[in-house]
């Protein structure tokens, strides 16, 4: 009974998470397409949850829905050309960007088709959080610092873009 019951959140999450991601890139109202992302989003950390990855789930939440898309919200208040009518919403490449869409979707199914998922028997341990952190400080600690300083690049490009000539 309750395989059933998470089985149909999950078609139920599965089912927003896709509606919303498609409004997210077919809305001609960006404001709009952050608020279906911000829904992807809390779809996404639903799956999580289903999947017993409540940390996931939290960082989710914490960092892409509080952080991230509040911060792209406050991103196109701020530029009020964005939302303009006088923009057009919309580019020639659409034709293109379909069929190159159906091609990633066909082999994103084939490979799924073909695919041996295998599972473990092994129950995961409880401490998964803090094996995620040691990891992240010993063993990975590297790639971590790494990603630490392209972020800071692409704030540091990002700020250098904003920025107005003359300013």
Not at 12 to 28: K, P
Not at 64 to 90: C, D, H, N, P, W
Request: proline share 2%.
């Amino acid at each position: 009974m309750e395989g059933e019951v998470s089985q149909v959140i999950f078609y139920l999450l599965s089912f927003v998470i896709i509606v919303s991601a498609i409004y997210v890139v077919t809305l001609r109202n960006i404001f709009h397409s952050a608020l279906f992302l911000i829904l992807t989003l809390f779809g996404v950390a639903g799956i999580y949850i289903l999947l017993h990855a409540e940390f996931l789930a939290a960082v989710q939440v914490l960092i892409y829905v509080g952080a991230i898309s509040v911060l792209i919200i406050f991103a196109i208040m701020l530029t009020s050309q964005l939302a303009s009518k006088e923009i057009r919403q919309s580019n020639e490449q659409v034709t293109v960007a379909i069929f190159i869409c159906a091609g990633f979707l066909l082999a994103s199914l084939g490979s799924l088709a073909n695919t041996v998922w295998k599972l473990s028997e092994n129950p995961l341990p409880n401490d998964n959080t803090l094996t995620i952190g040691r990891l992240l400080m010993n063993e990975f600690v590297l790639p971590f610092e790494v990603v630490s300083v392209v972020l800071l690049a692409a704030l540091i490009g990002a700020v250098v873009l904003a920025r107005k000539e003359g300013a």
